[in-house]
């Protein structure tokens, strides 16, 4: 049974590479295991709260309610992170962020930039 098994995957195996060869795509190359130091340091806590130096970051925080707001602008809502009135967040400042802004200005106000 295990002979039938290793020589259906290598039929598989070599139809797969036909068909790839034929479909014009690279062969995929094993790439070499990453060597790992004797001591590794350990990783850096995640840095939600202090923003990277040089970053403009914009604060934002909710006015108003989204209960009478279209769907498209209580996602928006939920996309900026604001979930109830008075809540500030604090975000990158990006075009794509400006543009949510843009979308709920009668909701939301920038607190400071």
Same mark, same amino acid.
């Not at 795509?25 to 130091?37: G, R």
């Not at 001591?39 to 709260?49: D, I, L, Q, R, T």
């Not at 604090?90 to 802004?101: C, E, F, K, S």
């Given at each position: 049974m295990?002979?039938?098994?290793?020589?259906?995957?290598?039929?598989v195996?070599?139809?797969?590479?036909?068909?790839?060869?034929?479909?014009g795509?690279?062969?995929?190359?094993?790439?070499?295991?990453?060597?790992?130091?004797a /001591?590794?340091?350990?990783? !850096? %806590?995640?840095?939600?709260?202090a923003?990277e130096? &040089?970053?403009?970051?914009? =604060? $934002? *925080? @909710?006015? /108003?309610?989204?209960?009478? !707001? %279209?769907?498209?602008?209580?996602?928006?809502?939920? &996309?900026?992170?604001?979930? =109830? $009135? *008075? @809540?500030?967040v604090?975000?990158?400042?990006? %075009?794509?962020?400006?543009?949510?802004?843009l979308?709920?200005?009668?909701?939301v106000e920038?607190?400071?930039e």
């Open positions: 295990a002979e039938k098994e290793k020589s259906s995957k290598k039929d195996d070599a139809l797969l590479t036909e068909v790839a060869s034929a479909a795509v690279p062969k995929k190359t094993a790439k070499p295991a990453a060597t790992v130091p /001591k590794a340091a350990p990783a !850096a %806590p995640a840095m939600a709260a923003p130096a &040089g970053k403009k970051t914009v =604060r $934002i *925080r @909710q006015v /108003k309610s989204g209960i009478c !707001a %279209p769907v498209d602008q209580k996602q928006t809502l939920k &996309g900026l992170g604001l979930r =109830r $009135i *008075r @809540q500030e604090v975000r990158p400042d990006t %075009p794509a962020l400006r543009g949510q802004i979308k709920v200005r009668h909701l920038v607190v400071g």
